[in-house]
């Protein structure tokens, strides 16, 4: 059964660095991109990054305006796993970060999320 799995959340302050990890199963990293998306307090749902390993690369990847030059995309394909490694933070990058598989052009599975808070 296909699965993502998303952890690494926390409580991190201004400035400081988090690693989310999305776990997949059911399906390999060799055959379909994942994005991480993230909705904030009262703000819709944005896209973050996006990597695909499918044409055998290290990855190509996406970022957003908003993270691009402090978020990094990677992935563990052994492992089954993509990173965000967010870092540089700001309180704007408090919100439930989600990853998601991608499938003829939008999302089929979703994780439940993990929550990220910056404050001091």
């Known amino acids: 059964q296909e699965q993502v799995v998303e952890s690494g959340g926390g409580l991190v302050q201004p400035g400081e660095s988090l690693r989310l990890s999305c776990a997949v199963s059911?399906?390999?990293?060799?055959?379909?991109?994942i994005g991480w998306f993230r909705r904030a307090p009262g703000k819709e749902r944005e896209g973050v990054s996006c990597?695909?390993?499918?044409?055998?690369?290290?990855?190509?990847?996406y970022y957003a305006d908003s993270v691009k030059g402090r978020f990094t995309i990677s992935s563990d394909n052994a492992k089954k796993t993509v990173y965000l490694q967010m870092n540089s933070v700001k309180s704007e990058d408090t919100a439930v970060y989600y990853c998601?598989?991608?499938?003829?052009?939008?999302?089929?599975?979703w994780g439940k999320g993990t929550l990220v808070t910056v404050s001091s």
């Open positions: 998601a598989r991608v499938y003829m052009g939008g999302m089929d599975y």
């Open positions: 990597i695909s390993t499918t044409d055998g690369s290290d990855g190509t990847t």
């Open positions: 059911g399906f390999t990293l060799d055959d379909y991109a």
